[in-house]
């Protein structure tokens, strides 16, 4: 018999977090987000996660500030934020991204604003 663990998450029924991220598909070692047309803001706090992150700009246009660097996210553009790092985003022009995170961001509060 094949593997049966395989699930489809619909983004439109995904639920949501506290930050406006849409949680999609989800396994035990690494889980993903979307962050959906997140207008434009400058007052995120600094913030340190105890997960990695890589991610995906699918439009708009961002900055990550990470560690004293700023590092300018347009389409088609990809990033780390590691582990511990002290991080913010700054959106400045209406901003859709995936993310992938690893453990899961979403699990044991790992994910709270």
């Known amino acids: 018999m094949g593997d049966t663990s395989v699930q489809k998450v619909m983004s439109a029924n995904s639920p949501h977090g506290e930050m406006g991220q849409k949680y999609l598909a989800s396994g035990i070692n690494i889980a993903m987000r979307l962050w959906e047309n997140q207008e434009p803001n400058d007052?995120?706090?600094?913030q340190k996660?105890?997960?990695?992150?890589?991610?995906?700009?699918?439009k708009g246009k961002a900055e990550l500030h990470l560690e004293g660097q700023m590092i300018?996210?347009?389409?088609?553009?990809?990033?780390?934020?590691?582990?511990?790092?002290?991080?913010?985003?700054?959106?400045?022009?209406?901003?859709?991204?995936?993310?992938?995170?690893?453990?899961?961001?979403?699990?044991?509060?790992?994910?709270?604003a």
């Open 43 to 46: 007052n995120k706090e600094m």
């Open 49 to 58: 996660r105890d997960y990695e992150t890589v991610g995906y700009v699918i």
């Open 72 to 112: 300018l996210l347009e389409k088609g553009d990809s990033w780390v934020v590691p582990k511990g790092a002290s991080h913010t985003y700054k959106i400045l022009e209406t901003f859709t991204a995936v993310e992938a995170t690893t453990p899961p961001a979403h699990a044991h509060g790992r994910d709270e």
